[in-house]
């Protein structure tokens, strides 16, 4: 025996009571039906009164049969009641017995809700009915309930046989994550359900078999366990959690999950979901493993003694997502994440999605868009990375070069005095800063030119201050015959440590401002409805303040030619009698970078080096992305660009939406 609680993926006020009653009511609402009246010859319309509610009934063919009162109506059935309308391919009542049919596509709507059956039997004047072959989808509530039969027995009560249930609102066609099948299955709105003789199917396949089985259908949130959470890997061995939930207010839910890992101990975890008014909401997420059985046993006095886990058996992680509305058109933001040491994505799956990332980012960010059709934006942001790339006892993460704040503003192309000729910007402001400076995280290390950068190989880490295999630091007085642990001084693997020219990996050492202008002119025109060419003309001018270089300025003129066209079909999809858009955009171009001045940028500033791979901009085919580079080091460039873009669209994911890239 199981009986478990549920909870949404994100909590909101309270929803009104509405759930299978409403919807079933039309299946029962056929009628209240006619008036004792002799009918009159059949027509394709007729109304009908329903106690103090009036339908209409209309239909190719109507009829009527004195004997029994009963009235047919059959091709292209429909019945209407204010809010409800029920279809079918006929139907059937009598006003003597109070009891109906429909039969052939039948489909009843309320609002979002939606009954399909394939028959339909009703008792006019009791809340009572019988669904065969048919399913209950409502919107509002979010789940799908099917069954081969469903009868009504009260006014929310109903009893299904061979039923399907799940919360999960997929499109049509995918298929549900979970579902919840039962040979018979009772159901109390606003209350629970009871299910015998269960599976539950995870994406179709059956995982679990129950043979009874209790879980609440209620319009509201409700306090309870969970279903209980079963993994395994190799590095925490088997993980067994049992999740609780508390609906702690209207808008706040909170799910306290202890779990116990069988080769790490018992860890618990902690989920928060909020909603603050009608446009601002959160979530944060927290864990901690207190004495990491891994971690402790490799020195039972400190952990930290080992090589493999240079840090406390203690460990945590904490997650903060933040959505604000701050009004007046503004809306800040925070994402922020912050774990206890560098092997904790490795160790736990939470955080499992950054163990190919060279950092950890934390932003908080505010922004805002104005003026005619949103034409000016404007944002501010302040970003932390903490760095995952060495352990614990040779991390940077105090020494990584920090953007607090980094503000940004823009402006959308528009015309110049009603001429065909646009304008737009882009300008930005950054402090870039750190917590400790690299001189004194590494004191007597080598420096680049211009004391710029820490010139120590890829690794970051001076050859010196790194550790032995043993992972201790080296004796200066008994320094190894290979000082190089990472052999980061080869060539063959990034580059030597002194060699003067930066590496990625080697810290910056400047700390300082940098403002960026980047006016610029467009002159967008069309030939013949077939061929577009945009040319573009900009001013990039960096201006810097920095510790090391002092006050410098850089200045480049840019440009953009772009000539393309486009071709456009509707062709037939394979295995399928879907079709799609085929659209080929060929395009020819040519950018150009030139300095103002022939000064040697490896003068200036050093915040944002450049990318090791110039190639990756162009990957979008979009060459903005070398005229408009954030890079301190900006070559002159003349380049040619030829490209073909090829893309299918399918049809919208729903009504409305845009067709699918």
């Not at 009527?64 to 009235?71: C, F, L, S």
């Not at 850089?554 to 394979?574: E, Q, S």
Request: aromatic share 10%.
């Amino acid at each position: 025996m199981l009986a478990v609680a549920t909870s949404g993926s994100r909590c909101a006020p309270k929803r009104r009571r509405a759930a299978l009653a409403p919807i079933l009511v039309v299946l029962v609402g056929l009628a209240g039906v006619a008036s004792a009246q002799e009918a009159e010859p059949a027509r394709e319309r007729r109304t009908f009164q329903a106690g103090s509610r009036a339908f209409d009934l209309t239909a190719d063919f109507i009829g009527y049969e004195r004997a029994g009162e009963v009235y047919t109506a059959r091709g292209n059935v429909q019945v209407a009641q204010e809010g409800r309308v029920l279809t079918a391919d006929w139907a059937a009542f009598s006003n003597e017995t109070r009891r109906g049919i429909a039969l052939g596509h039948v489909i009843a709507r309320e609002g979002d809700d939606i009954v399909r059956a394939r028959a339909m039997r009703f008792q006019l004047d009791e809340d009572k009915g019988l669904v065969l072959g048919g399913s209950v989808e409502s919107a509002e509530q979010e789940f799908t309930l099917e069954g081969e039969e469903i009868e009504r027995r009260g006014e929310d009560e109903y009893r299904l046989r061979d039923a399907h249930f799940t919360t999960c609102q997929c499109p049509e066609g995918e298929r549900d994550p979970w579902v919840v099948s039962s040979e018979e299955l009772e159901v109390e709105v606003g209350g629970y359900a009871t299910a015998r003789n269960s599976t539950i199917d995870i994406l179709g396949v059956p995982m679990l078999w129950l043979p009874w089985l209790k879980y609440p259908v209620k319009t509201e949130r409700e306090t309870g366990l969970l279903f209980p959470e079963l993994r395994t890997s190799s590095r925490v061995g088997v993980d067994v959690g049992i999740p609780f939930f508390w609906a702690v207010a209207d808008p706040v839910n909170l799910t306290i999950a202890p779990h116990y890992l069988t080769k790490r101990g018992f860890k618990q975890e902690l989920s928060l979901e909020y909603v603050i008014g009608e446009r601002s909401w959160g979530e944060a997420y927290a864990t901690f493993l207190v004495n990491d059985d891994e971690v402790h046993k490799n020195d039972p006095l400190d952990g930290t003694d080992n090589p493999s886990t240079p840090f406390d058996d203690d460990r945590w992680a904490f997650d903060w997502l933040h959505d604000q509305d701050l009004g007046a058109g503004w809306r800040g933001k925070v994402d922020a994440r912050v774990i206890s040491d560098n092997l904790f994505p490795f160790d736990f799956r939470e955080y499992s999605r950054f163990r190919n990332d060279r950092h950890m980012d934390s932003i908080a960010f505010a922004e805002n868009r104005f003026g005619h059709r949103d034409q000016f934006g404007v944002s501010g942001e302040v970003r932390y990375a903490d760095d995952l790339q060495n352990p614990d006892n040779l991390d940077r993460d105090t020494t990584w070069l920090m953007r607090a704040p980094d503000v940004r503003g823009s402006g959308l192309p528009a015309g110049v005095l009603g001429s065909h000729l646009f304008w737009s910007f882009d300008a930005r402001y950054t402090h870039f800063t750190a917590l400790e400076s690299v001189r004194d995280r590494f004191p007597g290390a080598a420096l680049g030119p211009h004391g710029l950068f820490l010139d120590s190989g890829i690794d970051g880490v001076p050859t010196g201050f790194e550790r032995d295999s043993n992972g201790d630091p080296i004796d200066p007085l008994d320094p190894p015959a290979n000082p190089d642990f990472s052999n980061d001084d080869f060539l063959l693997t990034g580059g030597r440590e002194g060699d003067g020219v930066f590496q990625e990996g080697e810290l910056i050492a400047d700390r300082g401002h940098r403002v960026v202008l980047n006016p610029r002119l467009h002159l967008p025109l069309r030939f013949g409805d077939v061929i577009e060419f945009l040319p573009e003309l900009g001013y990039y001018g960096t201006f810097y303040e920095s510790r090391k270089r002092g006050a410098e300025l850089r200045n480049l003129v840019t440009a953009n030619l772009d000539l393309r066209t486009r071709f456009r079909r509707t062709l037939p999809l394979p295995f399928t009698s879907a079709r799609a858009i085929h659209l080929l955009e060929p395009r020819v171009g040519f950018a150009w970078i030139e300095p103002l001045e022939h000064g040697e940028q490896g003068d200036n500033p050093l915040f944002i080096p450049r990318s090791e791979i110039l190639q990756a901009r162009l990957r979008a085919l979009e060459p903005t992305g070398l005229t408009r580079d954030p890079a301190d080091r900006i070559d002159p460039l003349k380049a040619l660009h030829v490209s073909l873009g090829s893309r299918l669209y399918g049809a919208p994911a729903q009504d409305g939406a845009p067709p699918r890239l």
